[in-house]
């Protein structure tokens, strides 16, 4: 088992910055990616970023390209830095553990789930 837990997330206004974290422990060699996704009110859980364990490749949402930066540390820790916040990014963030190999922006293809933390941009 893999444990996720975010931090980081609350409240900025339109144009500020925010990083969010997620600290994986527990069978953490078995991670072969991470990646983050978000839901906001009454819409599906989405994808945002994805980044590879061992090689350190990244994928994104084309929504946050050049605004947002998936990256990884040695110590188990993933991070999502978001510049440029608006008002659309709004949302409950989540982060997402792979064991298979590949990355993938589709829910369904990640293993283990962080509980999610609030993300308000304000205009």
């Known amino acids: 088992q893999v444990q996720l837990v975010e931090s980081g997330g609350g409240l900025v206004q339109a144009g500020g910055s925010l990083r969010l974290s997620c600290a994986a422990s527990?069978?953490?060699?078995?991670?072969?990616?991470m990646g983050w996704f978000r839901q906001a009110p009454g819409k599906e859980r989405e994808f945002v970023a994805a980044i590879s364990w061992s090689n350190g490749n990244t994928f994104y949402a084309d929504s946050v390209k050049g605004r947002f930066t998936i990256s990884r540390d040695n110590k188990n820790t993933v991070y999502l830095q978001m510049n440029s916040l608006k008002p659309e990014d709004t949302a409950v963030y989540y982060c997402?553990?792979?064991?298979?190999?590949?990355?993938?922006?589709?829910?369904?293809?990640?293993?283990?789930w962080g509980q999610g933390t609030q993300v308000t941009v304000s205009s």
């Open positions: 527990g069978r953490t060699f078995s991670i072969y990616a």
């Open positions: 997402a553990a792979r064991v298979g190999v590949a990355l993938f922006d589709v829910p369904t293809r990640y293993d283990y």
